[in-house]
Every structure is written in structure tokens, then in C-alpha cells.
């Protein structure tokens, strides 16, 4: 049997970070296309399940008309059996799309009840949220049929009661492995993973800077006779998001850091993060930075560079400035816990002096 297996597409997401630059529904069309990417590949190979482990769409901001969008790809792939689990973005509620909109008959949604689906000789156990946070539901997982292929879809945090998170349905992965399911489709993880049989394949597309690299969907196949699981992983994904380190230690102004970022290449496929190193000789100011770079697609400037003078010396001296330092550093012992605030007071006092 052949299957795909995406999660977390987070359909009419915010993206936040993209709104400084005015892309944020740029990257939306770009979630459509990598979505409608998906369902042309299920047509094409036809393809005859597709699982959705949860987070398809945000249920605080979806529209309506993203629904129907979603539908009619539905409707064009009717030999495909569609498996959705929803996610703690999208859960079952009373009055989610889930439960009120009339999806096509090749679609089956879980609820929060664990529940077995029968096809042939292949067996389809799925269970999803019920609430923005849900509580383990692993105790009632067991399969009734080791014969058949056995598959597990849910949205879960695996292993997360070790990290004393149990919010969003924590689920032991020794546990998991024990039941002995062919396969198990997992989404919450943006991040693509695999432990065997126990795979998360990550966000659709890219939701920010946390989520480098590609994204995509999972094509598997497992062997009737033998069990034999193989997955490969396809990339949909218009644009990655990409951090691009540059170190400013030879540069002596805001203006000259400007002219250097703009003239630098980026690809037009990449969302990008620049990130200051090294030695800085100026006050660094990352949103005016920002709003004079003349590339659309460089989306963040943050600095991580550090102000090039010994501070110890400073303080000794006996003028303004040396009791600028010394009060300062005199502060961070006291509150250790703003030392990023007054170190930036200090940047920015040095500076001025």
C-alpha cells in the first residue's frame, strides 16, 4: 500500500514575521500552492490514502473560502481515502469546520475518541484534539488484528510528559513502539523526524525562522506480504526560510552595513534572516537596519554581534563615562536576570559617549 502523510499546515496562519515586509499573504498563496502540489501528486501516482496528522488549518483565523479551497482539491482526488486527525490549532469543536462543514465522502475526520477504520486488509486507528490542550489518550491504543497492516494517526507531543508538558497529548515513544503498528503518523513536530515506524514529516511549508531547511510531505509504501515500510521524503515548498550570518567587525557605521547587505545576493526562493557577528563599532539598531534594505525577501535583521571595548578599563576611569559602566555593571549583579537589557544600555551609552 502507498500513502502520503503531511501534518501542520497551519492553513491561513498569521505569519507575523513576514508582516514587517508585507508577505504574509504572499506566503499564504504559497500554502495553497504547495497544498494543491500534494493533491497533483496523489492524482498523478494515484495515490490511494492520504493521511493529515492534525494543525490543517488555524482555526482562530481560517476562512471560509480556504475551506471550500481545501474541498474542491478533496473532490478531484475522490479514489484517494483522506484520513484528518485534527491538531490543537484545529480541534474538534462544536462549532469548528469539522463539525459543521459537509466534507466529501472519501474524507474521514477523528474526534478525540480513539477509533478503528476497516479497509480490506489494512486497519486505520486515528484519534485527534477535542480542545486547544488535551491530556494523554494513550492508555486505550491496542491493536485488535497484528495480521493486517496496522496504522496510527494522531497529533501528538512525543515524550513530552519527560519535559513535564503534558498539554498537548504527550505519548511515550517506548510505548508507541511496543503496540507494533506498521506505521504511525504523527504531526504537532514542525521539525521532520523518524524512529522506525514513528514519523513526523514537519510543516507543510515553513512557518518561520525556527523551521530552516525544506519542507514537504512523506510518500510511503508498505509491502502486503512482508511489512517492509520505505519512505521518501518530497519537497513542496516554494520558498525556505534561510539565516545568513555576516560579521561586522571591518565595519564602522549603520549606513556602511546598509550598502554592504545591499549589495548582497540572496535568491529569490529564500525568506532571509541576517544575523550580525563578530565585533561591533557602532550602536546597531536592527529595524532601521531593516527598513533600508532594498531586498523584499530579507525579512529579520538580529544582532548578535558584541560591542568592541573592554568594559573592565572603562569603569576604572574617573569621568563620566567610567560611572556610566561602573553603575551599569554594578546593576547587572544585582539583576542578572536583564543583563541583555543593560548590556544594550551599556552598547547604547558607550555610543552616545
Known sequence: MK???IADVHFDAPFTVLNSRGLADERRL??????KQVIDYIKENSIPYLFISGDLFENEYVKNSTIEYINKLFLTISDTKIFIVPGNHDPYLKNSYY?????PENVKIFTSELEKIEDGEINIYGYGFDDFYMKSNQKNIQIEDKSKINILITHCD??????NDIRYNPVSKTMLHSLGFDYVALGHIHKRMQDGEIVYPG????????ELGQHGMILGEIDESTKELSLNFISVDEKEFEEQEID????????ELIEVINNMYFPDDRYIKIVLIGNKKMEIEPLKILKFINIPNVIKVKDLSKLEI?????????????IFVRT??????????????????IEIGITAF
Do not use: C, M, T, W
Not at 30 to 35: H, I, L, V
Not at 99 to 103: E, G, H, P, T
Not at 158 to 163: F, M, S, T, V, Y
Open 3 to 5: 500513502f502520503i502523510h
Open 30 to 35: 504559497e500554502q495553497r500552492s504547495a497544498f
Open 99 to 103: 463539525s459543521k462543514y459537509s466534507f
Open 158 to 163: 512525543l515524550d513530552g510528559a519527560k519535559n
Open 203 to 210: 510543516s507543510l511549508v515553513s512557518l518561520g525562522f525556527d
Open 248 to 255: 561586522i567587525s571591518d565595519i564602522f557605521s549603520q549606513e
Open 310 to 322: 573592554n568594559l573592565s578599563e572603562i569603569a576604572k576611569q574617573n569621568n563620566l563615562r567610567g
Open 328 to 345: 551599569l555593571l554594578e546593576k547587572i549583579e544585582r539583576e542578572p536576570e536583564n543583563r541583555k537589557k543593560i548590556e544594550k544600555a
